[in-house]
């Protein structure tokens, strides 16, 4: 029978060989490892309250971005993210803006992204406005843009009168109501100049060469076109209205606009318009003073200011809202008929017990 070779032990070189490539193999494992958690292992944290941004305001230091990230509990490790962007020198190149974060992203991609500064836009409506402080408000609630500077730019007549050829009366017919989308740290010079684009959009050669037509600069069109936005919502009434009050115009008719009133004594709420509020010492008082008020008692929208540009011919110089409140007006041609008109709706309030 015969014996089985005895295995002989490997040469020591080799041993050593074999010992060092395990202990090599280890820690590279161990390293690999080490590096995936802090590079590309999830870090940012899901919200249990929709998607979740993060604020840089300009010139905020690298430290204002840590402390957000951990206040607001974006992170799982904060501590990893600091690690990486200070090995990406991140600190040194910190970029203001308004970032989506993604729950799942690791640091390097969180890094990458604030790093290249991709910014998720600001999405919304500018609503309609009838004083500066209110337009102001809008803003600064969606943008970075500061308060006290936009004000102040609203103010600046030299600098209205140089940028936009508007004054700090007229620079209000700049704005149109409707969305707009901007970077979050938009300043407010930059607001403006926005706005300014989008008004000089709007204003295309044929929208001019019909304000010419019609005797009117677009910032009087403006002016006209939130008079009729405030006199009535209804689309079919609206061009109804501006013949209205172009005929009083080109006739030498005061307008006696009863919104004007109203936004001179800063009471919008009045359903009905008293004989002392006729008395108002104001410029936007059209019961005294004949032709356009010298700004716009609202921001108009593109449906009033077509409806100055495209008003309807007719002969009427009267209106007056219906008795049954439907938001459509009566016209009339003559003041006679107006007046039954509007002993009609008087009726109307008196009965409602409507007194202011």
Same mark, same amino acid.
């Given at each position: 029978?015969?014996?089985?070779?005895?295995?002989?032990?490997?040469?020591?070189?080799?041993?050593?060989?074999?010992?060092?490539?395990v202990?090599?193999?280890?820690?590279?494992?161990?390293?690999?490892?080490?590096?995936?958690?802090?590079?590309?292992?999830?870090?940012?944290?899901?919200?249990?309250?929709?998607?979740?941004?993060?604020?840089?305001?300009?010139? $905020?230091?690298?430290?204002?971005?840590?402390?957000?990230?951990?206040?607001?509990?974006?992170?799982?490790?904060?501590?990893?993210f600091?690690?990486?962007?200070?090995?990406?020198?991140?600190p040194?190149?910190?970029?203001?803006?308004?970032?989506?974060?993604?729950?799942?992203?690791?640091?390097?991609?969180?890094v990458?992204?604030?790093?290249? #500064?991709?910014?998720?836009?600001?999405?919304?409506?500018?609503?309609?406005?009838?004083?500066?402080?209110?337009? *102001?408000?809008?803003?600064?609630r969606?943008?970075?843009?500061?308060? #006290?500077q936009?004000?102040?730019?609203?103010?600046?007549?030299?600098?209205?009168?140089?940028?936009?050829?508007?004054?700090?009366?007229t620079?209000?017919?700049?704005?149109?109501?409707?969305?707009?989308?901007?970077v979050?740290?938009?300043? $407010?010079?930059?607001?403006?100049?926005?706005?300014?684009?989008?008004?000089?959009?709007?204003?295309?050669?044929?929208?001019?060469?019909?304000?010419?037509?019609?005797?009117?600069?677009?910032?009087? *069109?403006? *002016?006209? $076109?939130?008079?009729?936005?405030?006199?009535?919502?209804?689309?079919?009434?609206?061009?109804?209205?501006?013949?209205?009050?172009?005929?009083?115009?080109?006739?030498?008719?005061?307008?006696?606009?009863?919104?004007?009133?109203?936004?001179?004594?800063?009471?919008?709420?009045?359903?009905?318009?008293?004989?002392?509020?006729?008395?108002?010492?104001?410029?936007?008082n059209?019961?005294?003073?004949?032709?356009?008020?010298?700004?716009?008692?609202?921001?108009?929208?593109?449906?009033?200011?077509?409806?100055?540009?495209?008003p309807?011919?007719?002969?009427?110089?009267?209106?007056?809202?219906?008795?049954?409140?439907?938001?459509?007006?009566?016209?009339?041609a003559?003041?006679?008929?107006?007046?039954?008109?509007?002993?009609?709706?008087?009726?109307?309030?008196?009965?409602?017990?409507?007194?202011?």
């Amino acid at each position: 029978m015969s014996q089985q070779p005895s295995s002989r032990p490997a040469p020591l070189w080799w041993r050593v060989v074999r010992a060092l490539m395990v202990v090599l193999l280890l820690v590279g494992g161990v390293g690999f490892y080490q590096a995936w958690q802090l590079l590309w292992k999830s870090n940012v944290a899901a919200s249990a309250f929709g998607p979740a941004y993060l604020y840089i305001r300009t010139g $905020a230091p690298f430290q204002a971005v840590l402390d957000s990230l951990t206040r607001h509990e974006l992170l799982r490790d904060p501590a990893t993210f600091e690690q990486v962007a200070r090995w990406r020198d991140y600190p040194g190149h910190v970029q203001p803006g308004r970032y989506l974060l993604t729950p799942g992203l690791g640091n390097s991609a969180l890094v990458d992204k604030l790093l290249q #500064g991709p910014q998720d836009t600001v999405a919304f409506t500018l609503d309609a406005f009838k004083y500066k402080p209110q337009l *102001v408000r809008q803003i600064v609630r969606q943008l970075e843009a500061d308060s #006290g500077q936009l004000r102040d730019l609203l103010n600046d007549n030299r600098f209205l009168l140089r940028r936009y050829q508007l004054d700090t009366t007229t620079i209000l017919t700049l704005f149109l109501p409707g969305p707009y989308r901007f970077v979050w740290n938009t300043s $407010a010079a930059q607001f403006l100049d926005s706005a300014a684009a989008t008004h000089h959009r709007f204003w295309t050669p044929q929208r001019r060469q019909q304000a010419d037509s019609l005797a009117l600069s677009p910032a009087q *069109v403006h *002016v006209l $076109a939130s008079i009729v936005q405030r006199e009535t919502s209804e689309p079919l009434d609206k061009p109804i209205i501006a013949g209205v009050y172009l005929n009083r115009l080109r006739s030498g008719m005061r307008l006696q606009a009863d919104p004007t009133l109203l936004w001179a004594i800063g009471n919008f709420g009045v359903k009905r318009v008293l004989n002392k509020d006729k008395l108002v010492d104001s410029p936007y008082n059209t019961y005294k003073h004949k032709g356009l008020p010298p700004g716009p008692i609202t921001s108009a929208n593109r449906q009033s200011l077509n409806a100055v540009l495209k008003p309807a011919a007719h002969k009427f110089f009267f209106f007056c809202a219906r008795p049954d409140r439907s938001g459509f007006s009566d016209f009339a041609a003559t003041y006679a008929e107006h007046k039954r008109n509007a002993r009609r709706y008087q009726h109307t309030l008196d009965s409602l017990k409507i007194l202011r």
